[in-house]
């Protein structure tokens, strides 16, 4: 019997130039979260056979991609001692897997109801699901080609997050393909992660002046219920929502809320909407809180920030409230408050939230030695996340021989972190949005097919 997979060939690919090796100390934000993010593109053969990229244009490409971008070259190292894992960006390469799969395309990747897989990704070549820290380091970047009978190509990049945010990677894979068409990279990246060090003095540390943390409150953060996996099992669940079906969404909420000096926008009212849509499936008690954590890039909200910094510069703000509340305010009110939220992110908020974080050592409590957030015991927050990565050019991905047919996030539902989150990306035909929720069977059966 043909397997159904078969590895071509596994390589290292270096950067074309290379650097001297150097130990990059990571930012308190580049602990946020240690596991891989996957972005997966197909490519399909057209009328004449052409129209998937190279393997041989795609690696040369990448390694001269990997000169600019040189941490996604290096190695993440752990050790005892440091109490932390480190980059050591070393030249030792990106990890490139070509395989073959004895089908065809859509029996993996299918536009109605994709699954995350690690078949995809290479993730599974290096390490079981679970971080696991080998002496020579975790690869920054792993690529994984994949070969279908059907002629079509899928091109995987899964990149550490603690290297790099949604905002880097999209940045890498622009340049990278932009090598590949013969063109400078349009943005050189700035790797001085100095930039997110917290500040000696720091006047809301040293001085005694209140944090003000997120939620716009000046006590510690709360504590947050991160769900456990259900025994049922999780699941990603996606829908297409039309632009005329976001713009209702908007409407009923900007209705709700006319004459409110904060104008919520589609992204907050469809954030509303499906915040209140998930808590009133599940059995909660009214006076229980909840906190629905939306991401904001820092890279325009601090001062003299350069746009084109490579690493982690995101941090979540949080809205805040009783089931009850959430439940009985209109659409228009609850996004009016995520709305606040989001604006009070600024260079005060952002560095007080580094100086504490790294104050408190939260490098340590990310390796789960402790709990993810201290606060009171007694108020526990039901968390849940919103991320929007609309703007991304993944279906712009041209490597020089056409754009893709699909591109998905292809990040394996296994982690209970993922529990209650809802991610809105580009969907293959523009203007529309691809919605994916993360939960357990049960609250997608409850939710069905329309949201």
């Known amino acids: 019997m043909i397997p159904k997979w078969t590895t071509i060939s596994t390589q290292l690919v270096e950067p074309d130039v290379k650097r001297e090796p150097e130990w990059m100390e990571c930012s308190v934000l580049d602990y946020l979260a240690l596991y891989y993010k996957s972005q997966l593109f197909l490519y399909t053969p057209n009328s004449e056979g052409e129209g998937i990229p190279q393997i041989d244009q795609l690696t040369d490409s990448l390694s001269k991609a990997l000169t600019f971008f040189y941490p996604l070259a290096g190695r993440l190292i752990r050790e005892v001692r440091w109490e932390k894992q480190r980059l050591q960006c070393n030249n030792a390469g990106a990890l490139f897997i070509h395989k073959r799969y004895n089908g065809v395309a859509s029996e993996l990747i299918n536009e109605d109801n994709f699954t995350p897989t690690f078949d995809l990704s290479g993730i599974e070549d290096i390490q079981p699901h679970a971080p ?3 002496p020579s380091g975790l690869p920054t ?4 080609v994949t070969d279908f009978e059907c002629g079509s190509r899928c091109v995987n990049a899964s990149f550490s997050h603690q290297v790099s945010d949604a905002t880097s990677n999209i940045h890498f894979l622009r340049s990278w393909a932009e090598i590949s068409r013969g063109q400078m990279i349009s943005s050189v990246p700035v790797h001085d992660r100095s930039l997110l060090s917290p500040r000696k003095p720091s006047p809301v540390l040293d001085d005694g002046a209140p944090v003000r943390f997120l939620n716009n409150r000046v006590k ?6 991160c769900f456990p996996i259900p025994e049922e099992g999780m699941r990603m669940k996606a829908w297409e929502l039309s632009k005329t079906e976001m713009e209702a969404v908007k409407d009923q909420g900007r209705r709700d809320c006319a004459g409110n000096a904060v104008i919520p926008s589609t992204a907050d009212c469809l954030s509303a909407h499906l915040w209140r849509l998930m808590v009133g499936k599940r059995d909660y008690k009214p006076d229980d809180m909840v906190a629905l954590n939306t991401y904001v890039d820092l890279r325009s909200r601090l001062k003299d920030f350069p746009p084109s910094y490579f690493g982690n510069c995101v941090i979540s703000t949080s809205t805040m409230m009783t089931v009850r ?9 609850v996004a009016t408050e995520i709305r606040k939220s989001n604006q009070a992110v600024d260079d005060e908020v952002a560095r007080g939230w580094i100086d504490w974080l790294s104050a408190n050592k939260f490098h340590i409590w990310s390796l789960g030695d402790e709990p993810l957030m201290p606060g009171d015991p007694q108020v526990v927050y039901h968390i849940y996340r919103a991320s929007y990565v609309l703007r991304a050019p993944f279906y712009d991905l041209d490597f020089g021989s056409g754009k893709p047919l699909l591109s998905f996030r292809n990040d394996v539902v296994e982690n209970s972190q993922l529990l209650g989150t809802f991610l809105a990306l580009p969907s293959s035909r523009r203007g529309d949005v691809r919605l994916e929720l993360f939960a357990e069977n049960s609250l997608l059966d409850k939710i069905g097919d329309k949201l």
């Not at 510690?220 to 219920?225: I, K, R, W």
């Open 220 to 225: 510690e953060p709360p504590a947050y219920n």
């Open 141 to 144: 970047l792993i690529i994984q």
């Open 325 to 333: 509340d959430l439940l009985s305010k209109s659409l228009g009110d």
């Open 132 to 134: 696991v820290y080998p």
